[in-house]
């Protein structure tokens, strides 16, 4: 995680657009956050929360987010967005990130706070109908892609999983979560689209 927490700041990008599965959740639609600012803090299990907690806190960019969340929507795709609370006297209220958004952060720390985050949850329909989501997903990450790559800033796309969540504290739970897993981390180092759409996808039913 450190390695590729430093090759993405080498990349010095502008954007870090983070998809999260485990942030506020729609039942069907994918959501954009709408804040200017978020923070948040992650603890880690059996070890206390000093000095095992951490915090962050980074710029949004509330402009882009509210553009694409548009776009997307006129185009036809299952999207939304969700606003945080404004605070006191009017003022935007802070999108309050969960341990699964903060962590992937923590590992480009160099290059957080002086650039801007959007984030795209997915729906809590992915706990269940994962595998026939496939070419929803597909559809959208191509139309995404068009709409990033447009960008003149330079955007980088941080996909947060857990595929550990699968796992009993002994190891995997299952054969197919295995499977799941290894098949992922073979998409990851080669980004080869049969590991995920023909092998991953094979197993994560029965995950």
């Not at 980074?58 to 795709?77: F, K, T, V, Y």
């Amino acid at each position: 995680l450190l390695q590729v927490g430093q090759q993405i700041a080498s990349l010095k990008p502008e954007i870090i657009f983070e998809v999260t599965s485990h942030g506020v959740s729609d039942l069907r639609r994918f959501l954009f956050y709408l804040n200017s600012f978020a923070n948040g803090s992650a603890e880690t299990d059996y070890c206390s929360c000093t000095p095992c907690c951490y915090d962050i806190s980074m710029p949004m960019d509330a402009q882009l987010s509210h553009r694409l969340s548009q776009e997307l929507i006129m185009d036809g795709l299952n999207v939304s967005a969700v606003m945080f609370f404004p605070g006191s006297h009017g003022t935007d209220g802070n999108a309050v990130l969960k341990s699964a958004e903060v962590i992937p952060l923590l590992f480009i720390k160099e290059i957080y706070q002086q650039k801007k985050l959007v984030i795209f949850s997915q729906p809590s329909r992915c706990c269940d109908e994962a595998p026939s989501m496939a070419q929803e997903l597909l559809t959208l990450g191509h139309v995404l892609y068009q709409k990033l790559d447009a960008l003149q800033e330079k955007v980088v796309f941080v996909l947060s999983g857990e595929l550990a969540a699968k796992h009993t504290s002994f190891g995997p739970n299952s054969a197919a979560a295995e499977d799941f897993d290894n098949h992922c981390g073979h998409w990851a180092s080669t980004l080869h689209p049969k590991y995920l759409l023909d092998y991953a996808a094979k197993n994560a039913a029965e995950v």
